[in-house]
């Protein structure tokens, strides 16, 4: 294991806790992973995130062989491995959020409920059911990712990735948090959520973008 790849297991260690502190996951449900050059670090399967220690550190390469660790890998390693073949994510968070969750089995897309939409690249879309790690499952959710960071999975739960895992869970926490304003406001009687244009959502992606301190 060289000094990089364990500050990364740390870091993936505790975002993993933290879904679960957050209330985005219920016991091992959902996983994270990081990438360090080649290597695809990733929670193990069926492993409560509280019992993780430094020598449990589990990596594979982009083709899904093991070159870390003798823990099984998450069961949801084709949708991570996917992520990183496709995009430049250095992170990937995926939760079984519960507004999140119940938003997926709803509607095909996110409604537009909030300019946030635009830090995850717009309309967040929902991918088709498929069974949990599954090629299937990788593949539906690579067409709902197309030009965004983030997405839904039909009655499954959430995925998004970041260049950092702080970026990743970032991602998750706000669209979970969307999931649950639309809700709210859509569960008020005889009253419709007043919606953003596609302009709008854009033209606020573009100001996230700068937004925060520099250097």
Excluded: K
Excluded at 196 to 202: I, R
Aim: glycine share 8%; with cysteine; net charge negative.
């Amino acid at each position: 294991m060289r000094p990089e790849e364990a500050h990364a297991w740390e870091a993936l260690v505790a975002t993993a806790r933290r879904t679960v502190s957050d209330g985005l996951v219920v016991g091992t449900s959902g996983n994270v992973s990081a990438r360090v050059d080649d290597t695809v670090l990733v929670t193990p399967s069926g492993v409560p995130y509280d019992r993780l220690a430094p020598d449990d550190i589990t990596g594979v390469d982009l083709d899904g062989r093991q070159v870390l660790g003798t823990l099984v890998p998450t069961s949801e390693l084709p949708m991570h491995l996917a992520v990183y073949r496709t995009t430049d994510a250095r992170a990937v968070v995926h939760t079984h959020a519960v507004h999140a969750t119940a938003v997926s089995t709803l509607v095909p897309e996110l409604p537009a409920i909030h300019y946030m939409s635009g830090a995850l690249g717009g309309a967040v879309r929902v991918a088709p059911y498929a069974t949990y790690g599954t090629d299937e499952l990788a593949e539906n959710m690579l067409h709902a990712l197309a030009d965004r960071s983030g997405c839904l999975l039909q009655n499954h739960g959430t995925l998004t990735h970041g260049a950092t895992l702080d970026q990743a869970f970032d991602r998750t926490a706000q669209l979970e948090w969307m999931c649950r304003l639309w809700l709210t406001a859509s569960s008020v009687p005889g009253l419709t959520p007043s919606l953003l244009s596609e302009t709008q959502v854009a033209e606020a992606g573009e100001r996230l973008r700068g937004y925060g301190q520099r250097g």
